[in-house]
């Protein structure tokens, strides 16, 4: 329930970052995709990754904030569609018309379909991780689109992230907002943190917060989780394998006192 709830939050975090960076004008386009007709004088946002867990938080966040935008959840399994967008017009009791979605096999490989998507939307919220030993492709299709206005990840690499920030000068010339790293650990954290605290009321004082993750599904970065949560901690992480408790000890305290903090310039 606690991931759940994380999730959903984290959700209507960078939905809200999507509606802040996305500018109030749309500009001209001319609309060749079906059903555009109906939508002409909406934003079209656009979710990577829809049918996850944040993805289809970010949409009912966002259909929930406005009514001026239609919301296209993309995901590579049709087996998903109808789920996440019950799910979510479930959760938003937003009116159908205003929800869609499509099918792309691959998110990390340019293709004419997929910058033609990108080329439909203001913006493009990309949530399908991990990005770990990826390029900013999606990034890359935002700045050729001509109607694409506002760019939001979920990424935290640091080649990822250098790699991003080489196309600085090519977002700005093409008049794009691009905000990459809005993700869960340590941003929504800490914001989850902070409203625990204030739930307490002013007579209690939190002198100490620990949090303990529970991952699952998560599009393949449960590991990831457990490694970078755990990293040096020496403390055997658990894990249920089959059904079975048993402890990670692949990843348990391995690198104790080996971390690398990226500080090159600090010799002592």
Same mark, same amino acid.
């Given at each position: #329930? ?35 007709? *109906? ?51 479930? $959760? ?38 991990? #990005?770990?030993?990826?390029?900013? *492709? ?12 506002? !760019? ?17 000068? $090519? ?31 002013? $007579? ?8 303990? #993750? ?25 894990? !249920? ?18 971390? $690398? ?8």
């Amino acid at each position: #329930y606690f991931l759940y709830t994380m999730m959903k939050r984290l959700g209507a975090w960078i939905a809200g970052i999507a509606a802040c960076t996305l500018p109030q004008q749309s500009n001209s386009f001319s609309l060749s995709m079906s059903m555009e007709s *109906i939508h002409q004088n909406k934003k079209r946002i656009v979710i990577l990754g829809g049918a996850g867990r944040i993805g289809t938080a970010v949409a009912t966040h966002l259909l929930r904030q406005t009514n001026d935008c239609h919301v296209v959840l993309v995901g590579r399994r049709s087996s998903q569609a109808t789920a996440a967008v019950q799910e979510v017009l479930e $959760d938003s009791k937003a009116d159908p018309s205003r929800l869609s979605y499509s099918l792309l096999d691959d998110i990390w490989k340019e293709s004419p379909d997929f910058q033609e998507l990108v080329d439909s939307t203001d913006c493009l919220i990309h949530t399908a991780g991990p #990005y770990l030993d990826e390029r900013p *492709i999606p990034l890359q299709l935002a700045i050729k689109s001509k109607r694409c206005q506002a !760019y939001v990840d979920l990424s935290d690499p640091l080649p990822f992230l250098e790699e991003s920030l080489l196309f600085d000068d $090519d977002a700005k010339a093409s008049n794009l907002t691009a905000l990459m790293a809005a993700g869960a650990f340590p941003g929504m954290s800490n914001v989850l943190a902070k409203e625990a605290s204030a739930a307490l009321g002013d $007579d209690e004082r939190v002198e100490d917060i620990r949090f303990n #993750y529970f991952t699952a599904g998560l599009g393949g970065s449960g590991v990831v989780n457990l490694y970078i949560t755990n990293l040096g901690f020496g403390e055997p992480m658990v894990q !249920y394998n089959g059904g079975r408790l048993r402890k990670f000890m692949e990843l348990s305290g391995v690198l104790l006192g080996q971390i $690398d903090f990226f500080l090159p310039h600090l010799t002592n």
